[in-house]
């Protein structure tokens, strides 16, 4: 998901792919130009008289001041759905851009991200619970000064103040990010979507594992938050969840106000929700809500898959998940779901490499060394 060779260039000419509407009133008013003209056809020669002159120009005034009228009419009630047409096409959608305004960027302990909350001005709002925005989502954000654009994820989809907060890493030579932090609150940014990540089905699974790499948390979280941490007394799905978030160093784990939730929801609700947190060293300067004592040092390796589906279960939940001493059900046959978002490097060696074109190859690495085929893991 955050493998440059997955970032989309997209021509410029499609970044501005002007809205049809307007084309569509263009061919209206020509058709109507069209329409009018045997009105002005000259009428057909006749044997005069005073009174039929009278009659003949009587007419002739009526007939011009109802088409006037009409087409006045017309044109009135044309610009007035034209006017709701183009309001409506300032909601949030895909095909277009809608200015948002910055409403706040936060520091975080990883000084290469931040917290950024944009807003959609009242008008552009679109209603929060559109299935099209079942999770997975994102928005795609433009870079005005190259105008260049990239998929970013609202970490807790949008409210109904038309807010949405996003974890957005800058990369050394990387373009919209750098652009991102750079901008104060009050700047406005331009913005399209909503972009459909993955679809979920509350009741798919019995399993979902998640397994994350830097800001690859972020459609998790998504996720997360809509099924578990927005209303936890109204959870839509059976399905328990387990995510497994791998940083470099402390200092880069997500900020409190991603790891907190996440953090509590565990302790709540552990048969819903396990999180494990890794991290490569404890070295370094410290995260302000997460010390050593609260993560594992390494890679995710099988060994640690196990490891963190067994920790504190007395219910062999991990035994059933992995297949082992269970000989009723096949593993392949069990409705457990792996997804994994990261860097290609932590992809590829948790699930193997993504296949040509984008696809999504086979099941590899540590997955695949443990038996789980292509309909049970999907690499975002
Ligand atoms: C669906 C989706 C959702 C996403 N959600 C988020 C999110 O919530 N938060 C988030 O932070 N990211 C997210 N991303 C990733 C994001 O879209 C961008 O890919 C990321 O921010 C990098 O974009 P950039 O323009 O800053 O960097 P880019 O300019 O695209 O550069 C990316 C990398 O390539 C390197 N690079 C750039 N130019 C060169 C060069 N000339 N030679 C060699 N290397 C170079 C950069 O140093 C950097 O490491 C998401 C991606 C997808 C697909």
């Known amino acids: 998901m955050f493998r440059p060779s997955l970032i989309i260039r997209r021509p410029h000419a499609r970044l501005y792919q002007p809205s049809h509407r307007p084309h569509l009133q263009l061919q209206l008013r020509h058709a109507h130009a069209q329409q009018g003209r045997p009105a002005y056809k000259p009428l057909p020669p006749r044997q005069s008289s005073r009174m039929t002159n009278w009659l003949y120009f009587g007419a002739l ?19 007035g ?14 095909m277009h851009f809608i200015p948002a305004s910055l409403s706040a960027s936060e520091e975080c302990s990883d000084p290469d991200t931040r917290l950024i909350t944009l807003t959609l001005p009242p008008g552009a709002v679109p209603d929060p619970k559109d299935p099209i925005f079942n999770p997975i989502w994102s928005v795609w954000i433009k870079d005005d000064d190259i105008m260049t654009e990239r998929p970013y994820t609202p970490l807790e989809g949008i409210d109904e103040r038309g807010r949405m907060k996003f974890w957005i890493k800058k990369y050394e030579k990387g373009e919209v990010g750098r652009w991102l932090h750079s901008k104060k609150v009050g700047n406005r940014i331009e913005l399209r979507g909503p972009l459909s990540t993955w679809l979920w089905d509350d009741n798919k699974w019995d399993e979902v594992v998640m397994i994350s790499g830097g800001t690859g948390i972020t459609p998790f979280y998504q996720l997360l938050h809509a099924k578990l941490l927005k209303d936890p007394t109204n959870v839509p799905t059976k399905t328990r ?11 880069e784990l997500p900020p409190a106000a991603i790891l907190g939730p996440l953090l509590s929801a565990s302790k709540a609700h552990p048969d819903r929700l396990r999180l494990s947190l890794f991290v490569d060293s404890t070295e370094g ?10 993560v594992q040092v390494g890679r995710i390796t099988t060994g640690t898959i196990e490891r963190a589906l067994s920790s504190d279960s007395g219910r062999s939940w991990w035994r059933s998940l992995l297949g082992v001493g269970s000989h009723s059900e096949p593993l392949e046959d069990k409705k457990i779901l792996f997804l994994v978002c990261g860097p290609e490097s932590m992809i590829t060696a948790i699930a193997g490499p993504y296949g040509r074109n984008f696809s999504q190859g086979v099941v590899g690495g540590v997955l695949g060394s443990l038996g789980y085929k292509n309909h049970q893991v999907w690499k975002l």
Not at 63 to 77: K, L, Q
Not at 81 to 91: C, E, I, P, V
Request: cysteine-free; hydrophobic content about 35%; charged content about 20%.
């Open 241 to 251: 969840f387990t995510l497994l978030h791998s940083s470099r160093r402390l200092v």
């Open 285 to 294: 300067p410290a995260h302000p809500s997460v010390g050593a004592s609260d």
């Open 61 to 79: 005034w009526f007939t011009m001041v109802g088409v006037g009228s009409w087409v006045t009419y017309y044109f009135n009630e044309e610009s």
């Open 81 to 94: 759905s034209k006017k709701s047409a183009t309001s409506r096409d300032t909601l949030l959608r895909p």
